[in-house]
Every structure is written in structure tokens, then in C-alpha cells.
């Protein structure tokens, strides 16, 4: 089956930094990627998602890139905020929305004011 | 985006007893549903995937006979923990999808076996 890895698991930056998460995925035939936001016992929410035809997304301040030879991809926010906060996963899937998705451990980014 | 609804968002129970968690997808069918458990500050594991009509799928190592999955409509799924045990106190979080939406998640029920 699919497995998903990302790091870092932590990360802290000033806000205005930017912030940059990396995951690989192990199934070739893995065609979706999206990227969650997770607030503190709160639900996750899709921030971003990119499919295996587009190499790039971006979208006001987060952006994600996608290497399909190299089996993985990123996220990007630039100009960080203090409300970013949160623990960002990704994850992969084969047939979009309607299958599986398998998860990276998630990331805590911590941005400071 | 659509709505998915989880019922309750927190319970608290005796060991022993069951608690039944209900997932509602508000505004669109989904013809699946899928169950994770998320311990503090880990990701989220899927437990089992439920189709509507049909059986769920469960992981490996998650056991159905004390995890009760039901998917009977297009618009509920429930999950009940049976004979509850401290250690399966967790955040329990639902997700719903069809062949046009990606998944979306209920806000999560946070179960506490005492």
C-alpha cells in the first residue's frame, strides 16, 4: 500500500519567514495530493491539493509543488502569520477524493510574532 | 465546501459500556465514508472505510467486532465502540467523499474512557 513521509515533524519560524514542508509518497499510481490544516482539536481542513498533471499550484500564500519522477511534493507559505499555527499533513491518494488517503505524520508549524 | 456533521463532539463513558458516533454528510451523498482515530499530537490512522450498502473495510489491527462501522444511506455512517476501554479514549474524526468532492471531515468526537 501507499506510504506517505514528511518532515519536518516541527517547525518554527518568525512571522514573514516562509515555510516550507516536504513529503514523499512510495505509490507510483498515487494521482491527488492535499494538504491539511489541523487547529488544535479541531477538524482538518483542505487548504490546498495539486493532481499528478499539474506540477504547481499556488494559491494567494501557499503554493505546493509536485515531482512525480521523484515521488514527492511541497508546500510553500510565504509571508507567514502568526494564525498559520497549526499542524499542516499531507497525504496521497489513487483515485482522488472517492479513494483512500493515506497520511504523512503531520508537521506543527509554530510561527512566531 | 460541503458539510459533514459528527455527533457527539465529546463523550464521556464508563469501561464497559458502548458509545455510538454518528457521521452526517449534510448536502451532498457520499458514497463513502471513512473512520480515523487520531491519538494527541499524532496523525490521523484510518481505521475503516465504509461503503453505503455495503460492508466496511477495515485495517489491519483495527477489530470489528469492537468497532461497529454502519453506512445504511448516502448521508450516515456511524461508528460504535463496543465494551469501551480506557485505551481506546482518542479523537475519533469521520471523513465523507463521492466521485465529485474530495473528502471533507466532520469536526471530530472526542471520546474519554473512564
Known amino acids: 500500500g501507499e506510504n506517505v513521509e514528511q518532515h519536518p515533524s516541527t517547525l518554527s519560524v518568525q512571522e514573514g519567514d516562509s515555510a516550507v514542508i516536504k513529503c514523499t509518497y512510495s505509490d507510483s499510481a498515487s494521482n491527488y495530493f492535499p494538504w491539511y490544516k489541523q487547529e488544535l482539536g479541531k477538524r482538518p481542513q483542505l487548504i490546498i491539493d495539486i493532481r499528478s498533471n499539474v506540477g504547481e499550484k499556488k494559491d494567494q500564500r501557499i503554493a505546493v509543488t509536485l515531482n512525480k519522477t521523484a515521488k514527492h511534493f511541497s508546500l510553500h507559505i510565504t509571508e507567514t502569520q502568526p494564525e498559520d499555527s497549526a499542524v499542516y499533513f499531507c497525504a496521497a491518494s489513487s483515485y482522488g477524493g472517492y479513494s483512500t488517503l493515506t497520511f504523512g505524520k503531520g508537521t506543527m508549524l509554530l510561527v512566531s510574532p | 465546501g460541503a458539510v459533514v456533521s459528527q455527533h457527539p463532539s465529546r463523550v464521556i463513558c464508563k469501561s464497559g459500556t458502548s458509545v455510538k458516533i454518528e457521521c452526517r454528510s449534510l448536502d451532498f451523498q457520499a458514497t463513502t465514508m471513512f473512520w480515523y482515530r487520531q491519538f494527541p499530537k499524532q496523525s490521523l490512522m484510518l481505521m475503516a472505510t465504509?461503503?453505503?450498502?455495503?460492508?466496511?473495510?477495515?485495517e489491519q489491527g483495527v477489530e470489528k467486532d469492537k468497532f461497529l462501522i454502519n453506512h445504511a444511506s448516502l448521508t450516515l455512517s456511524t461508528l460504535t465502540v463496543t465494551s469501551a476501554h480506557p485505551e481506546d479514549s482518542s479523537f475519533y474524526i469521520c471523513?465523507?467523499?463521492?466521485?465529485?468532492?474530495?473528502?471533507?471531515f466532520g469536526q471530530g468526537t472526542r471520546l474519554t474512557v473512564v
Open positions: 465504509s461503503n453505503e450498502g455495503s460492508k466496511a473495510t477495515y
Open positions: 471523513s465523507a467523499t463521492s466521485r465529485e468532492t474530495e473528502a471533507f
